[in-house]
């Protein structure tokens, strides 16, 4: 064991042999009763098929790299280390040490991810960036179950309901996590025990724990196959509802044709054409939103002239046909060649939105209202303090007789996190009534805000009621916003500069950057 570990150590992100002369992989004759039973319930590709296996060290990515080989695959067994716990480091030996137990090739590779909010996402996000697009993972049915659920909390509809498909990336979908277990032990193989699986923080967890506990308690029986097989139907569903969507419209471009169709069959075509303009669905991209499509289906009905998407992307309708397009840099990541003024040093780092970008995207920001409200200038809703300087700007970059009102809310008082609380700090002094009204908004983080504030304003019966907001923190959002026009999407980080603070500092700063806090470092 202690060599494995050595042996990882040094070959961090280079692919080894981990096979040992003095101990050959087993024979297919010689593969235990607990592997060979539960084969027939795997999805592996053919024997020979070359595969990459993501194993952590847990039972069930063991069990997958143990499977795969018996299977008859080709298999490279890559652990990725995080970071985020001591000790982390030395798992690799433990895959290791399987890898060579069973025959499979062995890849070390180590990603930063700091402590923080939205670990989990970050953390899958770094874990893909270094694996292959088709590599295996070992997600079992009880997997399955929670990925239902928790989708079903966040708002999926049937797609996402469906959660994982079978096959070469999901082979271990017909298993419990006991049979893994049972693998596991049937090979002596010794699995890691990841105390992160019982965080509370996951919403993953808390499924797991207490949600699935409780479904089971109320209906007297087991959930997990129940769930499995809920996703096993509507996954079929979906893809009669894609052929027929297909049929009805085949160029989902075309405004006129789009905005005849059956609703439901319109919103699966749209969704289908933006995930294809956006290059199909990676490991870090969620599929348009059910407001992002209908704010499509609204410019192909001729009730816009476009749209912003998340990402940077805008969708616009020109000679009856839609054109989706990149506007600028949505997608933001620091700047590392700059850094903060030594004044705000080092509490401030490096910028992630730069003076310059910031102008460029408060021109198109402004060139695209401009174009949607020519017929009727909208009355824009500054929210103080933070968006006083965006909103500034952009009123400038209107080429419209607008009127200004501001109004201040607050969640977040002299904290880096918002209490959740929404308190009223200054009110409006125009009156909505039958008014076309756009909220200038500094960023975006859980939504909570934002969601109030439209439930408050929308009382007042304003004639359409919209969004533009600077900044968007990606993946942070707990409730569906329909965003009608967003500048950057940034890392799920406390920013300041261009208008925020922290505790009334930094506002003056010219580009937006990250805030280290105290310690100059992550929080």
Request: glycine share 8%; aromatic share 4%; hydrophobic share 45%.
């Amino acid at each position: 064991m202690g060599g494995a570990r050595a042996r990882a150590g040094r070959h961090r992100g280079v692919t080894v042999r981990a096979r040992s002369d003095e101990a050959p992989p087993p024979s297919a004759a010689s593969w235990p009763a607990a592997v060979l039973d539960v084969l027939d319930r795997c999805t592996f590709p053919a024997p020979g098929a070359q595969l990459t296996c993501a194993v952590s060290g847990g039972p069930d990515s063991l069990a997958l790299l143990a499977l795969a080989v018996a299977a008859g695959c080709v298999v490279t067994a890559v652990h990725v280390d995080h970071g985020l716990r001591p000790g982390s480091a030395a798992e690799a030996g433990v895959v290791a040490s399987a890898a060579e137990r069973v025959g499979a090739e062995f890849r070390a590779a180590r990603v930063e991810v700091a402590d923080g909010p939205n670990l989990e996402a970050r953390a899958r996000r770094a874990r893909f960036s270094v694996l292959p697009a088709d590599v295996a993972t070992g997600h079992t049915m009880d997997d399955q179950a929670e990925t239902v659920l928790c989708n079903l909390l966040r708002g999926a509809g049937r797609d996402g309901a469906g959660a994982m498909s079978p096959g070469a990336r999901h082979p271990l979908l017909g298993l419990r996590r006991s049979e893994t277990l049972g693998v596991c032990r049937a090979m002596g193989l010794e699995p890691v025990v990841d105390p992160s699986n019982d965080d509370p923080r996951h919403l993953r967890n808390r499924v797991r724990h207490e949600l699935l506990p409780l479904c089971a308690e109320l209906v007297r029986r087991d959930p997990v196959p129940l769930l499995a097989r809920h996703a096993d139907v509507l996954r079929a569903e979906s893809a009669l509802l894609d052929d027929l969507a297909l049929l009805a419209v085949p160029e989902p471009s075309a405004a006129r044709e789009l905005a005849a169709a059956p609703e439901a069959l319109a919103r699966r075509a749209v969704r289908a054409w933006l995930a294809d303009a956006a290059g199909g669905e990676s490991a870090d991209r969620h599929p348009p939103s059910l407001a992002e499509v209908e704010r499509v289906l609204d410019v192909a009905a001729g009730r816009a002239v476009s749209t912003q998407l998340s990402g940077g992307r805008r969708v616009r309708r020109r000679a009856g046909r839609l054109t989706v397009g990149v506007s600028g840099s949505g997608k933001v990541r620091p700047v590392k060649t700059e850094e903060a003024p030594r004044w705000a040093s080092p509490r401030v780092g490096p910028p992630i939105v730069t003076a310059e970008a910031l102008a460029a995207k408060v021109a198109e920001l402004g060139a695209a209202i401009t174009a949607d409200y020519a017929d009727d200038p909208p009355l824009l809703v500054g929210v103080l303090k933070g968006a006083m300087i965006f909103m500034s700007d952009l009123c400038r970059a209107i080429a419209l007789p607008v009127d200004l009102d501001f109004m201040a809310v607050s969640s977040y008082g002299s904290a880096t996190r918002t209490s959740g609380v929404v308190r009223i700090v200054k009110d409006l002094d125009a009156d909505l009534a039958g008014r076309h009204v756009l909220v200038v908004e500094d960023i975006i983080d859980s939504g909570l805000t934002l969601n109030y504030l439209r439930r408050y304003l929308q009382a007042r019966h304003p004639a359409s009621l919209e969004i533009c907001a600077l900044l968007v923190k990606e993946e942070e959002q707990r409730v569906d916003l329909a965003l009608r026009y967003v500048g950057f999407t940034i890392p799920p980080d406390f920013v300041v500069g261009y208008g925020l603070d922290v505790d009334e500092r930094y506002r003056n700063l010219s580009a937006v950057h990250t805030y280290l806090g105290d310690a100059g470092g992550d929080r």
